[in-house]
């Protein structure tokens, strides 16, 4: 059974995602048509994908002790940021033509999921620690 904390996560994921989709389709039909690339919707998913998987293995691990948060969450950042680094390569070594059409938006949804991610992780730690206090 999924617990509330993660409920209320994967709702405020799904919200972010269905926001930022519909400003991606506004703006590449509209101002940035040229630089549509059919790779974007992949990498919307796959950025969207691992950020729920490790900010849920976050919640577990602080679930499991507070106190070794640090050190998971340094751990699932790297992995995480591996996963992206080999992703980009992949799409780069695929699409060369286009290196900057491809790096840009995957740049941009990174520092979007990022702020949204750190911004949830926060408040779940917030409110973590005032309940065991």
Same mark, same amino acid.
């Given at each position: 059974? !999924?617990?509330?904390? @993660?409920?209320?996560?994967?709702?405020?994921?799904?919200?972010?995602?269905?926001?930022? *989709?519909?400003?991606?389709? +506004? &703006?590449?039909?509209?101002? +940035? @048509? =040229?630089?549509?690339?059919?790779?974007?919707? %992949?990498?919307?998913?796959?950025? *969207?994908?691992?950020?729920?998987?490790?900010? !849920?293995?976050?919640?577990?691990?602080?679930?499991?002790?507070? +106190?070794?948060? /640090?050190?998971?969450? &340094?751990?699932?950042?790297?992995? =995480?940021? $591996?996963?992206? $680094?080999?992703? %980009?390569?992949?799409? &780069?070594?695929?699409?060369?033509?286009? *290196?900057?059409?491809?790096?840009?938006?995957? &740049?941009?949804?990174?520092?979007?999921?990022?702020?949204?991610?750190?911004?949830?992780?926060?408040?779940?730690?917030?409110? /973590?620690?005032?309940?065991?206090?």
């Amino acid at each position: 059974m !999924i617990s509330t904390e @993660k409920r209320i996560f994967l709702r405020h994921t799904l919200w972010f995602c269905l926001v930022l *989709a519909g400003i991606s389709l +506004l &703006l590449f039909t509209t101002v +940035l @048509k =040229k630089y549509y690339l059919n790779i974007f919707p %992949i990498q919307f998913a796959v950025i *969207a994908l691992i950020t729920v998987f490790s900010h !849920i293995r976050l919640m577990n691990a602080v679930r499991l002790n507070v +106190l070794k948060f /640090n050190t998971a969450y &340094l751990a699932i950042m790297s992995i =995480k940021l $591996f996963m992206y $680094f080999v992703f %980009i390569l992949i799409c &780069l070594l695929l699409n060369r033509s286009n *290196a900057i059409d491809v790096v840009v938006p995957f &740049l941009v949804l990174y520092i979007f999921y990022t702020i949204f991610e750190v911004v949830e992780i926060s408040t779940f730690l917030k409110k /973590n620690t005032n309940s065991s206090n």
